[in-house]
């Protein structure tokens, strides 16, 4: 149990276009999911807390018209990153929370030409 | 932000080795739990440890959590290339809540 899936794995866009990554608890229902970001060889950097049916918390330093969330139902939330540039690109990777712990997604790898 | 800073970053040894990671902070946790991460995945939930002074064992793993719950160690028994990866513990801050705090992580190879 606890499986949490990420679509798509891997995007490439051009400079100026959004792109929107899904991120899924396949069975059970998360009332938080959380986004991270992740450079190479470094840990996880927590961008946002998604809750559902509210505002997403963002974390200091994140634009939250830059990284627009949404957590319509308790299985779902979505990460836009909206006129999206080359230093946008990383592993984006979501959780979703469960009792005490979070369970990960694989993740999405963004590369903007 | 509370601050998790796990020792060695970096880690390589030979297959058969024991090794151990350690977590600090000097902040108190609700919980702890233990991460690996391969390249190019996401990272996957290894043990959770909410009791300080608690011990866990994982077949060729174990993880304890301080007893006054600000840190935690993950020791390896005859590291095999498998244990190759990312390791990076997170802490809670507190009961019922959500979030947490990564640690910096270790990256360790196993040299078969």
């Known amino acids: 149990g606890a499986v949490v899936s990420q679509h798509p794995s891997r995007v490439i866009c051009k400079s100026g276009t959004s792109v929107k990554i899904e991120c899924r608890s396949l069975d059970f229902q998360a009332t938080t999911m959380f986004w991270y970001r992740q450079f190479p060889k470094q840990s996880l950097m927590l961008m946002a807390t998604?809750?559902?049916?509210?505002?997403?918390?963002?974390e200091q330093g994140v634009e939250k018209d830059k990284f627009l969330i949404n957590h319509a139902s308790l299985t779902l939330s979505t990460l836009t990153v909206t006129s999206a540039h080359p230093e946008d690109s990383s592993f984006y990777i979501c959780s979703a929370s469960r009792q005490e712990s979070q369970y990960f997604g694989p993740g999405t790898r963004l590369l903007v030409l | 932000t509370q601050l998790l800073e796990q020792s060695p970053q970096f880690l390589s040894i030979q297959e058969g080795e024991n090794l151990t990671v350690y977590c600090n902070s000097s902040s108190v946790f609700s919980s702890l739990q233990w991460y690996r991460q391969e390249p190019g995945e996401g990272p996957v939930l290894l043990v959770t440890v909410v009791t300080g002074g608690e011990v866990k064992k994982l077949k060729r793993l174990t993880f304890q959590f301080g007893d006054a719950r600000k840190d935690s160690s993950l020791h390896i028994t005859a590291a095999q290339p498998g244990d190759t990866g990312l390791y990076l513990c997170a802490g809670g801050p507190q009961t019922g809540a959500n979030n947490l705090f990564f640690g910096t992580g270790t990256r360790l190879t196993v040299i078969p």
């Open positions: 998604s809750n559902e049916g509210s505002k997403a918390t963002y």
